[in-house]
């Protein structure tokens, strides 16, 4: 065996008997380093005659690559071993249960929100949002209350400080109805949203808290009439407490953005002192709605001889209490870890579909 020969043998028992990245790096500048052992014999190609450097300089080159492809090979066959190992050692056992002690619940009020928003969706309506902080134009005026209008008096409501002498004073809004001012002048007509979201009226006790959840829906097109407005919120209505044919009941009302206004109720009866959503003597009252005002349409720069539409407003609250059997309103708000996890609703079944425009 001549000397080359010995010494790729030698190399490529190193290579191969390598066990770590870092061993088959130091082998590698070992042998191919600017100081290695085949550099420093390439350089000693200079003394040779010029014969004998083409044919050591061809073995030389022969050697060198074949120590090249050896030591990328082996490092290849490494670095999987590597990854190999890493994923074994890091793995994560899913199949782990989690700690029921951290685990948390969803809120009736989100729960509800996102059973109502579904059904909606399914009738073709998106999701749209406004500021909790309003301006009085959006909050009233828009809405045909002007500002001497005694539903004014009616609303109860958080006035916060003007923020420069002149300027409008702005409100804690006390309905989500400024998302229909704000949504028919973004997108003008034809439309057909939904704006749920919290609502503040100065106002406490048994039936009313201060901060609340109201849903709004609003529906412009050509041609839109009350049929329509019935069948939309019938179908709501019997999908929300899983009731086909829910009796529902019809009762004029005033709002000063809509004309006709009505309001409805659904029949109910008492069981036991609670209060059960079906075919019944009693009636409850669940939400306001009606047919567009004209002015408010005009207000809002749409043509009210080409486009009408309906819209109604619903208390979120109301609806958990009477599907979810909740006694009492306030204890929505007490953060009571015992209530939560009795009414809260498992992250992994409840209905997720929150999402915005
Ligand atoms: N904004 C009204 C309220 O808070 C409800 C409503 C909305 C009525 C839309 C009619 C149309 O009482």
Same mark, same amino acid.
């Given at each position: 065996?001549?000397?080359?020969?010995?010494?790729?043998?030698?190399?490529?028992?190193?290579?191969?008997?390598?066990? $770590?990245? &870092?061993?088959?790096? #130091?082998?590698?500048?070992? /042998? @191919?380093?600017?100081?290695? +052992?085949?550099?420093? %014999?390439?350089?000693?190609?200079?003394?040779?005659?010029?014969?004998?450097?083409?044919?050591?300089?061809?073995?030389?080159?022969?050697?060198?690559?074949?120590?090249?492809?050896?030591?990328?090979?082996?490092?290849?066959?490494?670095?999987?071993?590597?990854?190999?190992?890493?994923?074994?050692?890091?793995?994560?056992?899913?199949?782990?249960?989690?700690?029921?002690?951290?685990?948390?619940?969803?809120?009736?009020?989100?729960?509800?929100?996102?059973?109502?928003?579904?059904?909606?969706?399914?009738?073709?309506?998106?999701?749209?949002?406004?500021?909790?902080?309003?301006?009085?134009?959006?909050?009233?005026?828009?809405?045909?209350?002007?500002?001497?209008?005694? $539903?004014? &008096?009616?609303?109860? #409501?958080?006035?916060?400080? /003007? @923020?420069?002498?002149?300027? +409008?004073?702005?409100? %804690?809004?006390?309905?989500?109805?400024?998302?229909?001012?704000?949504?028919?002048?973004?997108?003008?007509?034809?439309?057909?949203?939904?704006?749920?979201?919290?609502?503040?009226?100065?106002?406490?006790?048994?039936?009313?808290?201060?901060?609340?959840?109201?849903?709004?829906?609003?529906?412009?097109?050509?041609?839109?009439?009350?049929?329509?407005?019935?069948?939309?919120?019938?179908?709501?209505?019997?999908?929300?407490?899983?009731?086909?044919?829910?009796?529902?009941?019809?009762?004029?009302?005033?709002?000063?953005?809509?004309?006709?206004?009505?309001?409805?109720?659904?029949?109910?009866?008492?069981?036991?002192?609670?209060?059960?959503?079906?075919?019944?003597?009693?009636?409850?009252?669940?939400?306001?709605?009606?047919?567009?005002?004209?002015?408010?349409?005009?207000?809002?720069?749409?043509?009210?001889?080409?486009?009408?539409?309906?819209?109604?407003?619903?208390?979120?609250?109301?609806?958990?209490?009477?599907?979810?059997?909740?006694?009492?309103?306030?204890?929505?708000?007490?953060?009571?870890?015992?209530?939560?996890?009795?009414?809260?609703?498992?992250?992994?079944?409840?209905?997720?579909?929150?999402?915005?425009?």
């Amino acid at each position: 065996m001549n000397e080359l020969q010995f010494i790729a043998e030698r190399l490529l028992a190193q290579i191969n008997s390598a066990s $770590a990245l &870092q061993e088959l790096e #130091t082998l590698r500048v070992q /042998a @191919l380093g600017k100081q290695g +052992e085949i550099s420093n %014999l390439m350089k000693n190609l200079g003394s040779l005659s010029p014969e004998e450097r083409k044919e050591r300089g061809a073995l030389l080159n022969a050697l060198r690559d074949q120590i090249t492809t050896s030591l990328e090979e082996k490092k290849e066959i490494l670095e999987a071993a590597q990854l190999q190992e890493r994923l074994e050692k890091e793995k994560i056992d899913i199949t782990l249960p989690a700690r029921p002690q951290v685990l948390g619940t969803i809120h009736p009020i989100s729960q509800v929100m996102y059973e109502m928003i579904a059904i909606f969706r399914n009738m073709g309506f998106s999701v749209a949002e406004g500021p909790d902080i309003e301006e009085d134009f959006y909050n009233f005026t828009a809405l045909n209350i002007p500002l001497e209008h005694p $539903a004014r &008096q009616d609303h109860d #409501t958080f006035y916060l400080p /003007a @923020l420069d002498e002149g300027t +409008e004073r702005r409100v %804690l809004r006390t309905h989500t109805s400024p998302v229909q001012i704000r949504s028919m002048l973004k997108k003008k007509a034809p439309l057909r949203i939904i704006a749920p979201g919290r609502v503040y009226r100065s106002d406490y006790d048994a039936t009313h808290t201060p901060t609340f959840h109201q849903i709004e829906g609003l529906y412009v097109a050509e041609g839109v009439h009350m049929g329509h407005l019935k069948a939309c919120l019938q179908t709501f209505c019997e999908q929300m407490f899983n009731q086909p044919q829910l009796p529902l009941r019809f009762r004029p009302a005033y709002f000063p953005f809509t004309e006709p206004s009505a309001e409805i109720d659904i029949a109910c009866y008492r069981k036991e002192g609670q209060l059960i959503v079906g075919p019944g003597q009693d009636w409850l009252e669940i939400l306001g709605c009606g047919m567009i005002h004209p002015k408010v349409l005009e207000n809002c720069g749409i043509d009210s001889t080409k486009y009408q539409g309906f819209a109604f407003g619903m208390g979120i609250e109301r609806v958990a209490m009477l599907k979810y059997g909740i006694p009492d309103l306030r204890s929505f708000y007490e953060a009571d870890l015992r209530w939560l996890r009795h009414y809260g609703f498992s992250a992994f079944e409840a209905l997720m579909e929150g999402t915005s425009e």
